[in-house]
Each structure stands twice: as C-alpha cells, then as structure tokens.
C-alpha cells in the first residue's frame, strides 16, 4: 500500500508560480512510477506529467511543456510540480498517482491516488 498526500495549492496571479508537492508512506517508493493528472470544474481528469522510478525520465501533457516540471527525491519519498507562468486555465484540483508497472499518461494504470490540492490561477 501506498498512501499519497498533496500540498502546495493555493491562489496565484496569471504569470505566477507554485510547486506542489506529493509526500508518500509505504514501502519502495522509488520502484514507483509517479504521475500527476489535474481536473477543472466541469471536465475530466487530465494528465499532467509523469516521472520514472528513477527520475531520468518524464513526459508531459502539450498544455504544460515547458512551463512545468516534475521532479523526484526518492530519499524523501517526495515528487514535485514546478509550475511557472501558470494560466488560468491551469485552474484545477491536481493528483498525484503512483504506479508499479510501466509508465505513462493512462489514468486507469495508476494503483494510488491522492487526494488532490487545488490550484487557483486568477486573471
């Protein structure tokens, strides 16, 4: 089992920045795959960006390259989203996702989840 935990949300200017963070309890957090999808009011759930076990590789949505960017400390069974000149149709409730098996943008692969933190983006 792996429990999963969000912070770092909150209310930001268009242009602004935020990082959120994905604290993790249990076991072999490093052989997890880590992803982060995000929802906004009406809409689905989106991916976001994912990161390997290892942190050398991610991927990210088109919405979000290069204004956002994951990161991992295994050491701290923490992974990040470094977000910069965020838009207000970045305005969603973000998750974090873990996954042992592979890696990749399907929500449906994912074995965790958490919570979710929001994150506001005014104009």
């Known amino acids: 089992q792996v429990q999963l935990v969000e912070s770092g949300g909150g209310l930001v200017q268009a242009g602004g920045s935020l990082r959120l963070s994905c604290a993790a309890s249990g076991r072999s957090f490093s052989a997890y795959s880590m992803g982060w999808f995000r929802q906004a009011p009406g809409k689905e759930r989106e991916f976001v960006a994912v990161?390997?076990?290892?942190?050398?590789?991610?991927l990210y949505a088109n919405s979000v390259k290069g204004r956002f960017t994951i990161s991992r400390d295994n050491a701290k069974n923490t992974v990040y989203l470094q977000m910069s000149s965020l838009k207000p149709e970045d305005t969603a409730v973000y998750f974090c996702?873990?996954?042992?098996?592979?890696w990749g943008t399907g929500e449906t692969q994912y074995d965790y989840w958490g919570q979710g933190t929001q994150v506001t983006v005014s104009s």
């Open positions: 990161i390997n076990w290892s942190g050398g590789s991610t």
């Open positions: 996702a873990a996954r042992l098996r592979g």
